[in-house]
């Protein structure tokens, strides 16, 4: 009896067909605001493939975001009914009426809907944010290079259950954020807020009037259910989204009448602190001399070298520079700090030189110079050291007054044979050591020069780029490439230095040919007129420079083990 049911069932159902009628679309609120999110839903009455809503015809009116797809099946007395739903998550681009046009699935067309979005600063809709960014970028007219801030701050007043905030976007530029995010209260026309702020360095390579695009902000939020019990109420999550305003941004080129580095900042100054304080100090004692370097408004990569020059009798010893970053009244302030050792050799009066680093002040638009003046510093003898002139010198006598010839005595040293049997067995045993190992087949040692002659990555992707005239991968391979060389350096003369800007480049080689190619490669995408870039200058500099590195390490003494 039961298999006859079952069987009943399954022809009834067999033969109940199934096909899609009537599509309808809507939306959760027909009055918006720019930049506010609205759900649009369309739904079908059937089974219908996820993939049959096409929302490109949106992208001209709206910010298109995440879709959701849902499919459910019901069954009452044996009638059965499927439904396929989509949620689209809208964002505004304009204020103004707006038409969502009508979409068709499978042959059925939904109806045109009609919105009004209202313009941010209009007060009829005020009251009816619950989630908003605003932006705030410290400066829109600056120079290529030149590093400002971008304040993000996320605004809601309704419970978030998830969401996530993505990172404002500007071609060709380099977009970092600083520090962790800052979670406050604020009270806007009367309506409490929670606030999470976010700040992000902007850098813009390239000169042009550009647009810096706004983070956007996806999420959910509880709102509370219709659907109620006796004993309990249900909470309902709905999908949201919402963009902050673009900033559009001036990026100013290079100034012509600048030639060498360039260091575009609001504030650039230079420090200096001797420890100990005094100006007078003595022979062979240490002086810390602490040089400190403040700019705002460029990054720690972009902070020059600082060097220092002392006059012969002083030796100078510095540490590894420390850097720093952080924000001060939204504005980026990087410092680089290094300390110097100051040894003297022998007592006497210096004079340091001056120190100075050329700037491009963004606030005055005018060529400065940051410089500590010269600096004289005495030297003092020090009785706890014997001059070395004085150490050398052999006693002497005194022949205008003789003294009383002392009584010689004689000393008798009794040899211990024992001892010189010892090292004559030793003596013996290190010739037959030597013996032994010079009769081995001499193999000369082929590392050093499989190490010298092995291509490095760095060296093959920068040589790709000159290939293809890709200026911007070509800067990026040069430090990579640099610093490469640096450390195969350090391991011949067990001397390292760090290499972190391009600057630093041209003092390390000391090659007037790389460093005339780096110049026009910087000229071609930084300089005042840009222009296309050919990588054959470059690639021959690198090339001579790897061939004569190949030829001194080819020039290895062959030696035998004794």
């Known amino acids: 009896m039961v298999k006859v049911i079952i069987s009943l069932l399954a022809i009834l159902l067999s033969c109940h067909s199934y096909a899609l009628t009537k599509v309808s679309a809507s939306v ?57 739903t989509w949620n689209t998550v809208l964002i505004p681009r304009s204020s103004g009426e707006l038409v969502i046009p009508a979409f068709d699935i499978n042959g059925f067309k939904t109806q045109i809907i009609t919105i009004n979005s209202l313009a941010a600063n209009e007060s009829a809709t ?85 647009i810096l695009k706004a983070p956007i902000f996806s999420g959910e939020i509880i709102i509370a259910s219709a659907r109620r019990s006796n004993f309990l109420s249900f ?76 006059p012969q009798g002083l030796k100078v010893y510095p540490d590894q520079a420390k850097l720093h970053t952080g924000l001060n009244n939204e504005r980026l302030v990087s410092q680089k700090v290094v300390n110097f050792a100051i040894v003297a050799s022998k007592a006497g009066e210096y004079q340091l030189p001056e120190i100075s680093i050329p700037w491009w002040n963004t606030v005055t638009n005018k060529a400065e110079i940051a410089t500590i003046a010269g600096q004289k510093i005495i030297i003092l003898p020090n009785a706890d050291i014997v ?85 911007e991968l070509a800067l990026a391979c040069l430090l990579p490439w640099a610093r490469y060389q640096s450390q195969q350096q350090s391991l011949d003369n067990n001397q390292s230095q760090v290499l972190t800007t391009l600057d630093s480049l041209h003092d390390y080689f000391n090659d007037p040919a790389l460093s005339n190619a780096i110049i026009e490669l910087q000229q071609s995408y930084y300089g005042k007129n840009p222009s296309a870039w050919s990588g054959n200058k470059l690639s021959l500099a690198i090339q001579a420079l790897n061939k004569s590195k190949l030829s001194k390490s080819s020039e290895v003494d062959i030696s035998i083990n004794p």
């Open 28 to 84: 959760d609120k027909s009055l918006t605001m720019a930049n506010e999110s609205i759900i649009l839903t369309i739904t079908a009455d059937d089974d219908v493939n996820a993939n049959a809503l096409d929302t490109s015809a949106l992208l001209t009116d709206f910010i298109v975001g995440r879709t959701s797809v849902s499919s459910q099946t019901s069954m009452i007395n044996f009638d059965t009914t499927r439904t396929t």
């Open 126 to 210: 005020s009251n009816q944010q619950d989630l908003f960014i605003t932006t705030q970028a410290s400066a829109t007219d600056l120079y290529v290079q030149q590093q400002i801030t971008l304040t993000v701050r996320l605004h809601f007043a309704a419970e978030l259950k998830r969401g996530s905030l993505s990172e404002p976007s500007l071609v060709s530029a380099n977009i970092l954020q600083i520090g962790k995010d800052q979670e406050s209260e604020s009270i806007i026309k009367g309506k409490r807020y929670r606030v999470i702020e976010r700040v992000y360095a902007i850098s813009p390579q390239k000169s042009g009037d550009m």
């Open 235 to 310: 909470a309902d999550t709905k999908p949201v989204s919402v963009v902050g305003d673009d900033i559009a941004l001036t990026v100013n080129a290079i100034p012509a009448q600048v030639s060498g580095l360039w260091l575009p900042s609001e504030l650039f100054a230079l420090q200096q602190e001797f420890q100990p304080a005094p100006r007078k100090f003595k022979v062979g004692e240490p002086i810390t001399r602490t040089i400190t370097l403040t700019a705002v408004g460029l990054s720690e990569e972009q902070l020059p070298e600082i060097n220092m020059q002392v």
């Open 387 to 471: 001059p070395s002139t004085m150490q050398q010198q052999p006693p002497r006598m005194n022949l205008e007054n003789p003294t009383t010839p002392k009584v010689v005595e004689n000393v008798i040293i009794q040899q211990n044979s024992f001892l010189q049997w010892l090292f004559l067995a030793l003596w013996l045993l290190t010739l037959l050591a030597w013996y032994i190992t010079a009769k081995r087949p001499f193999k000369p040692k082929q590392a050093n020069s499989e190490t010298n002659t092995k291509v490095n990555n760095a060296h093959l992707a920068i040589l790709a780029a000159c290939k293809k005239n890709n200026g």
